[in-house]
């Protein structure tokens, strides 16, 4: 899927939207933890289904985050896609800060 949308309800109770740029299908890798001089690697979810949604820089505060990660979490359920508990694991996120300043001439930075 490309070009969706995710409407929520913002920290002033506000109907927004957020740009979904895309949602891909994919599996899980091994993770590895190192120790010491040695790296570990855990195989436990290796191979689970993994749903990525990837959507546009376009929340510009915290609670407005946390408000729209609510509303994909109840989409997830509603659709019988996954209980999308994050406690257990089973619904993860992963925040890109993007730094800009108008007054700097550089490259934009990206913080993962």
């Known amino acids: 899927m490309q070009d969706g949308r995710v409407f929520y ?3 002033f109770d506000e109907i927004k939207s957020l740009q979904i740029r895309r949602v891909k299908l994919e599996q899980d890798t091994a993770s590895s933890i190192a120790k010491g001089d040695h790296v570990l690697i855990d195989y436990n979810r290796s191979g ?7 959507s546009e820089a376009e929340i510009d505060h915290p609670e407005d985050g946390k408000h729209v990660i609510r509303e994909i979490q109840s989409l997830m359920r509603v659709l019988k896609i996954s209980e999308a508990n994050t406690d257990e694991g089973q619904m993860r996120v992963d925040v890109n800060t ?3 300043n ?11």
């Open 9 to 11: 309800y913002d920290r």
């Open 48 to 54: 689970a289904p993994l749903l990525e949604i990837t």
């Open 98 to 100: 993007s730094i800009y």
């Open 102 to 112: 108008e007054n700097f001439s550089g490259p934009r930075i990206n913080v993962k």
